[in-house]
């Protein structure tokens, strides 16, 4: 909403802030989908945990239940490790999408 808003009124032939504010916001954009997918992701497992959880107090005697819980766990462990690393990237390219638009439209509006 920010960068929406230091977009400057459109003018003939002077384009260039516009377009990459809108580039900023076309980025941020695509970030913050790439974070809801994952929060999503990480809702996922904990449904298909408690399935599986009750599964295993219903059936205590089966032991595939439990093999299947530990390498649920795995998988989500290298899943949040994965996302971990991808999240301190995608705020690091933000970071610097920002800063740079930032700057851009406080040296503009000083003119």
């Known amino acids: 909403m920010w960068i929406q808003l230091l977009i400057p009124k459109i003018e003939d032939g002077n384009n260039f802030g516009v377009s990459i504010q809108e580039e900023t916001i076309s980025e941020v954009s695509t970030f913050c989908e790439f974070a809801k997918g994952s929060f999503d992701d990480m809702s996922r497992y904990f449904v298909t945990r408690g399935k599986v959880s009750s599964k295993i107090v219903k059936y205590p005697h089966l032991e595939d239940y439990v093999k299947y ?6 998988k989500q462990f290298l899943h949040i490790r994965v ?4 999240l301190k990237m995608i705020y690091c390219c933000m ?3 920002i800063n740079k638009t930032w700057r851009r439209s406080n040296s503009r509006g000083a003119r």
């Not at 996302?83 to 991808?86: A, K, L, R, S, V």
């Open 69 to 74: 819980l530990t390498e649920l766990d795995e």
């Open 83 to 86: 996302f971990t690393n991808e």
């Open 95 to 97: 970071f610097d999408i």
